[in-house]
């Protein structure tokens, strides 16, 4: 019976009888902070996951640039730990293990809801399933990454010590890298289909100008002049115009940057011009721009 | 000064698992780049055994891709008898991937038991 209920205790980590208990997290927390990431998850990219081209992407997809897209994305992830997810000083093996982890729970995630959906079934090659799983679980995993970060409630009291880590972290890289990954999450949901390509194609020049002004201002907009939750504390205030106007433009290259990566990963760039491959980037930079500018200052808030 | 964070049990275990899915399937991918040949699709269809519906002859038929590229807006017609008997029916799949098969059913008016069905892969599109 007392080993039974020192088990109980081990497991449970209520007062666990081992010094470790000194810092590690009780089970019950470390469960409702993997519930917090996994809401986090669907919460951005459910739309992703209930959407038709990025399954037929899973077997269209080569590869190569799978492989380039796994990389990428578990790039974005350490990125995202490094800055806003793990708050608190840390070594370059827990940012690591940190964003392993949120990649393989975001795959185990992805392939749960695709076999619910009865998108993955018998009779499918392997090649087909680990395709579909692998699109779809590079934004889940981002989306845990964000939920577990910011979904919680008790994140107030460690502020102060963040807020000394983030100085010293290099100011642009880290709003860059943040931008990227906000840019990803946001975009990421629509690049993938038919109706980018819809719009890039039959798009009247003029019209495809003024989204490009559209985005910039509203961009723009939310990082210097709307007062946007989040910009006091996070943006770096422009000491003139003309560093508000290069902030704008660096902002709307990182969106048009990773709208291109995006787009050519969901091969939308093959065999197009150089008019619709343009065209295409700026249709899918308007969402991006939202990402890097108000998405950004969400995902850190 | 550094903090540690401590890891229990659980969080160890998702850590172990995440591991070792991630780099499975980066081994996976890269396996994958190196030794697959690419080939175009190769369609092949295999029937099942013929069901008497209401009024009609019901086929199943399961068709599979033996290349490794995907077919798409794969058409297949299924010939029944020949002549002034002559009965066909149409299969569409929007997709076939490489190394994999669908399953479907073509109908016929006639008992397609008595004569061998021919099968006429239509066409596809390579994306």
Known sequence: MGFLLLLYRVIFSLESPLSMANSAKSINESLKEYARGITGGLLFSLPMLYTMELWWSGFLVSPLRLTIYLFVGLLLLLAYNHYVGLRREHTLIEGISESMEELGLGLLLTAFVLWLTGRIAPGMSFNEVSGKIIVEAVTVAIGISVGKAQLGSGGEESENEEDKARKKNNHLGREINIAICGAVLIAANVAPTEEVVVIALEIENFKLFIMTLVSMFLGGGVLYYINFRGTKKRIKKPTSKYEAIAGTFIMYTIALVSSAFMLWFFGRFDGLSLRGIIAESVVLGFPATLGASAGRLLIQA | ?127
């Open chain 2, 1 to 127: 000064m550094k903090m540690e964070d401590k890891k229990n049990w659980l969080e160890w275990l998702v850590l172990i698992i995440s591991s070792l899915l991630v780099l499975g399937i980066l081994v996976f991918l890269v396996h994958e780049m190196i030794y697959t040949e690419q080939t175009p699709p190769n369609i092949t269809v295999d029937f099942g055994k013929t069901e008497l519906k209401e009024g009609y002859f019901a086929v199943p038929i399961t068709a599979k891709n033996i290349g490794s590229e995907t077919a798409e807006d794969l058409q297949i017609e299924v010939i029944n008898g020949f002549g002034n008997t002559e009965e066909k029916a149409l299969l569409e799949f929007p997709y076939l991937p490489g190394n994999s098969s669908v399953n479907g059913w073509v109908t016929f008016t006639k008992n397609p038991e008595n004569q061998p069905l021919v099968i006429h892969i239509l066409g596809y599109a390579t994306p």
